[in-house]
């Protein structure tokens, strides 16, 4: 059974850091691309970050640049985002996300993982 576990979520004040893993099992997350969405209140989910199997290719939403940074441990079969100069409109549930290309396609989410940026 595959399964995404995110975990390091919680509150933070503005201008913090939050560090999020995404522990996969079930599955070998470097035959997958490996991303984060999230979805604040109100808002429809959207990605912040993904990165290549190999971990040599990153993509990030133009609101983080700069700020996240996603990585992998393809060992220990877990994705990070790394978040610092948070937001208040970082403020969402932050989902990992699994997707296998080709035939055929796959994809898995986890949980979610809340993360509150408020003073």
């Known amino acids: 059974q595959v399964q995404l576990v995110e975990s390091g979520g919680g509150l933070v004040q503005p201008g913090g850091s939050l560090r999020l893993s995404c522990a996969a099992s079930?599955?070998?997350?470097?035959?997958?691309?490996m991303s984060w969405h999230r979805q604040g209140p109100g808002k429809e989910r959207e990605l912040v970050a993904g990165i290549s199997r190999a971990g040599g290719s990153t993509t990030y939403a133009d609101s983080v640049k700069g700020r996240f940074t996603i990585s992998r441990d393809n060992a220990k079969n877990t994705v990070y985002l790394q978040m610092n100069s948070l937001k208040p409109e970082d403020t969402a549930v932050y989902y990992c996300k699994a997707d296998r290309y080709g035939t055929p396609a796959l994809t898995y989410w986890g949980q979610g993982t809340q993360v509150t940026v408020s003073s």
């Open positions: 079930g599955l070998t997350v470097s035959a997958y691309y």
